[in-house]
Nanobody
């Protein structure tokens, strides 16, 4: 069992930056591929970014590529999402996600563990 707790959301102006953190419980954090999803009001939850178990491989949705950076610290059981050049369309609840298999990390219905979400609001 893995519990995920996100933090770092908030209100920021367009062009600003935020850093999200996701702290995981348990001793098996390094066994999981980690990712971030987001869900805007009235829209489906969508994949944002993923990082492999050892932190080497990273993958981004086209909408955030070049602006967001994902990383993880296995010693601290934490995954991060650095968000720069934020746009109003980035406004959403951001969710941390964990799954064993890298091939499933972009698939909402294949995620094993979810965090409770943290709100990010970008004003224009």
């Amino acid at each position: 069992q893995v519990q995920l707790v996100e933090s770092g959301g908030g209100l920021v102006q367009a062009g600003g930056s935020l850093r999200l953190s996701c702290a995981a419980s348990g001793r098996t954090f390094s066994a999981y591929t980690m990712g971030w999803f987001r869900q805007a009001p009235g829209k489906e939850r969508e994949f944002v970014s993923a990082v492999s178990k050892n932190g080497v491989a990273r993958y981004y949705a086209d909408s955030v590529k070049g602006r967001f950076t994902i990383s993880r610290d296995n010693a601290k059981n934490t995954v991060y999402l650095e968000m720069n050049s934020l746009k109003p369309e980035d406004t959403a609840v951001y969710y941390c996600a964990a799954v064993f298999n890298w091939n499933y990390i972009t698939l909402v219905d294949r995620i094993t563990y979810w965090g409770q979400g943290t709100q990010v609001t970008v004003s224009s």
